[in-house]
């Protein structure tokens, strides 16, 4: 070995060890030691684009929590009927769109304002899937997802119907009294009348 061989080699490796010094005392004064792998640090992208903006107005006055055992079966002709047991929670949400009130509705007299609130609605009904499952399924096959979708969605649309016929909607309005009008009347310093805008009905032509 020439001896500007030997020299090259010994300045590579007094290289490394500077290196490995410098990189050791860098190490702890960060906290952080010399790696050839990853640093420990990531970094992520987004391209994230606002869609749509809405103003939101509705009080919500009232909430309905339902648990429902639904048993879903496809009647087939030839073949045993594919089923699906699920148990289902979910909830119901009455109130009132404030955003529908105008000038026009709130009327004052002498020591009492009167407000004509628009009628309550269901505004939303859904499934808490975090709390439901699927209980059991039988003869589902490949088609087990499909049977178990369409199980909950019939499981939706009965939330609806159950809370409208146990009467959400009345219990909105009573609410409103409850809740909406102390806070009014703390506002305005009167007495605070609740009305609702009467429905006109048009009887069909003949």
Not at 14 to 27: Q, T
Not at 156 to 167: F, P, R, T
Request: charged residues 25%.
């Amino acid at each position: 070995m020439t001896a500007a061989i030997r020299l090259l080699l010994r300045l590579f490796l007094f290289a490394i060890i500077i290196v490995g010094i410098i990189s050791v005392w860098e190490g702890t004064k960060t906290g952080k030691w010399f790696s050839l792998g990853s640093s420990g640090e990531t970094e992520t992208t987004h391209a994230m684009v606002l869609e749509e903006v809405q103003s939101l107005g509705k009080l919500e006055l009232v909430r309905y929590n339902f648990k429902d055992i639904v048993e879903h079966e496809q009647i087939l002709q030839w073949f045993p009927n594919p089923k699906a047991v699920l148990i289902v929670q979910g909830e119901a949400i009455g109130c009132i769109d404030l955003t529908k009130i105008t000038t026009s509705d709130v009327t004052t007299e002498s020591d009492t304002v009167v407000v004509h609130l628009p009628e309550p609605e269901l505004c939303s009904f859904k499934i808490d899937h975090s709390k439901s499952k699927v209980y059991n399924t039988e003869y589902a096959f490949t088609e087990e997802a499909k049977l178990v979708q369409e199980a909950y969605k019939h499981a939706e649309k009965q939330i609806q119907k159950s809370a409208l016929d146990m009467g959400i909607l009345d219990q909105t309005k009573q609410n409103a009294n409850l809740i909406l009008k102390p806070v009014l009347e703390k506002i305005s310093g009167k007495k605070v009348v609740l009305r609702y805008r009467l429905k006109a009905t048009i009887p069909k032509p003949r």
